[in-house]
């Protein structure tokens, strides 16, 4: 266990739904990220949080939005997706820029299919 | 813009013997070097980090990486290869404490026969 929690661990949504992923730590981490894994490409950067703020939005569709409202927890909240959304949603939480420990810890992912 | 690349998709080696996977990077300042290890269905765990100090850096498992500035790489090593340690590979890269963006390369499977 790397003390980031990820729920549910598996979601199969109609493109029609609307479902939230969810993240949480408790390493006492100050920044928190969503990032997407797809079969065939690299792992990319969705968004970043630093202390409740985005700070990065990777141009990421407005189908997926997220939301912060502390610094343990972190939504995703899913709405119209498309079959390619399809992916291994990934959750990380590391220390800010300039605090410390530089490692990123990731979460277990949620399997995502649109269906 | 900061990059990573892992020329290997997979690499194959035998039990027992040593094993390499390949990094290189690319970054404006002083680069954070990751590697991260995947095993199925499960999400990253971190092996090891470059920071400062000694180009050698030892992690969890037996593994080390090699920091070369002048080659921009970061190769995973470990002396003698066990069959646990198939899984993919990532090797990340962040500029200095600049910011959070980390940038990883694409994956490497490792592949170990008994």
């Known amino acids: 266990e790397t003390g980031v929690t990820q729920t549910p661990r598996h979601l199969v949504m109609g493109m029609t739904n609307k479902k939230s992923l969810k993240c949480e730590q408790h390493?006492?981490?100050?920044?928190m990220y969503w990032y997407k894994q797809s079969a065939k490409k690299p792992l990319e950067l969705m968004f970043v949080?630093?202390?409740?703020?985005?700070?990065e939005n990777n141009s990421v569709p407005s189908r997926f939005s997220p939301e912060c409202p502390n610094s343990s927890h972190l939504f995703l909240h899913l709405h119209t997706l498309q079959p390619e959304d399809s992916a291994l949603y990934l959750c990380?939480?590391?220390?800010?820029?300039?605090?410390?420990?530089?490692?990123?810890?990731f979460g277990q992912g949620t399997r995502l299919t649109v269906v | 813009a900061q990059s990573v690349a892992q020329p290997e998709d997979q690499v194959n080696v035998a039990e027992g013997n040593p094993l390499t996977v390949k990094c290189t990077y690319s970054?404006?300042?002083?680069?954070?070097l990751f590697w991260y290890v995947q095993y199925p269905n499960r999400g990253l765990q971190f092996l090891l980090k470059?920071?400062?100090?000694?180009?050698l850096v030892k992690g969890s498992y037996g593994f080390e990486a090699e920091f070369n500035k002048s080659q921009t790489s970061f190769h995973l090593k470990k002396p003698s290869a066990l069959v646990s340690d198939s899984a993919l590979y990532f090797c990340?890269?962040?500029?200095?404490?600049?910011?959070?963006?980390?940038?990883f390369g694409g994956g490497t499977r490792l592949m170990v026969k008994p």
């Open positions: 990380a939480s590391s220390q800010p820029p300039g605090r410390g420990n530089t490692e990123a810890f």
């Open positions: 390493l006492g981490h100050n920044a």
């Open positions: 949080y630093n202390f409740k703020e985005q700070t």
């Open positions: 970054v404006s300042g002083n680069p954070y």
């Open positions: 470059y920071i400062t100090g000694d180009n």
């Open positions: 990340a890269v962040r500029e200095g404490n600049a910011g959070n963006m980390l940038t």
